[in-house]
């Protein structure tokens, strides 16, 4: 019962370099969820997807994309490396709103 | 429009002591409450929810919570304090008017002293 991975776990990236950060479920959730967590700014937003195929913007989406190809995976790019996407990231998956999340244990991701 | 409030980004207790953080959230909708508990290095973890049953929740750890529509409020309550409750912790509300995204709060961080 693996719930949600996130991989990596860590990686360093210097400035204008692009990654892809894998999220993959096994709950057969609808939905899945990108944040970043900074320290005092809480949780954030970048982008979120209510089902295969579909994608949307939260709060913070600038210099990020994503893809949803399957239902069990979604996938998080970098394509510019900033100094400012330095940040732990969370992916969570969820059946619906009243369901609540399962969070994977973060990608921490540092940009030099 | 939803929004949540977390009274005190800190909160120290002693051992054994009650453990009491405070949320407030604010909603046009019956709402669904979460909270939830990141240990050092970890991602959230649920640790109890509100779904328009029971206005007492119980969740994992010896933690509950209590609804009260009238204060717009959902506490999260432990009688007595261990030294492994320190952690961070998060209140989320979500709802049926449309919106996907939960709102967390920014979280409260849970000292507690031997």
């Known amino acids: 019962n693996a719930g949600v991975t996130q991989t990596p776990k860590f990686r360093v990236l210097k400035t204008g370099q692009s990654m892809t950060l894998l999220c993959a479920q096994d709950?057969?959730?609808?939905?899945m969820y990108w944040y970043r967590q900074d320290p005092g700014m809480g949780l954030r937003l970048i982008h979120y997807s209510v089902g295969e195929g579909t994608t949307a913007k939260g709060e913070v989406p600038d210099g990020y994309n994503v893809s949803r190809l399957k239902k069990q995976n979604f996938l998080l790019g970098l394509e510019s490396a900033a100094p400012s996407q330095t940040s732990v990231y969370f992916c969570?998956?969820?059946?619906?709103?009243?369901?609540?999340?399962?969070f994977g244990s973060g990608t921490r991701l540092t940009v030099v | 429009a939803q929004s949540v409030t977390q009274l005190g980004s800190h909160v120290s207790v002693s051992e054994g002591a009650l453990v009491l953080l405070r949320c407030n959230y604010s909603?046009?909708?019956?709402?669904?409450l979460f909270w939830y508990v990141q240990y050092p290095n970890q991602g959230l973890q649920l640790l109890l929810k509100?779904?328009?049953?029971?206005?007492l929740v119980k969740g994992i750890n010896g933690f509950e919570a209590e609804f009260k529509k009238s204060e717009t409020s959902f506490h999260l309550t432990k009688p007595s304090a261990h030294m492994s409750d320190a952690a961070e912790y998060f209140c989320a509300v979500s709802s049926s008017g449309g919106s996907y995204i939960p709102t967390f709060g920014r979280g409260t961080s849970l000292i507690v002293h031997p």
């Open positions: 509100y779904t328009s049953a029971a206005t």
């Open positions: 969570a998956s969820s059946a619906g709103l009243n369901y609540g999340y399962t």
């Open positions: 709950m057969n959730h609808e939905y």
């Open positions: 909603s046009s909708v019956p709402p669904y």
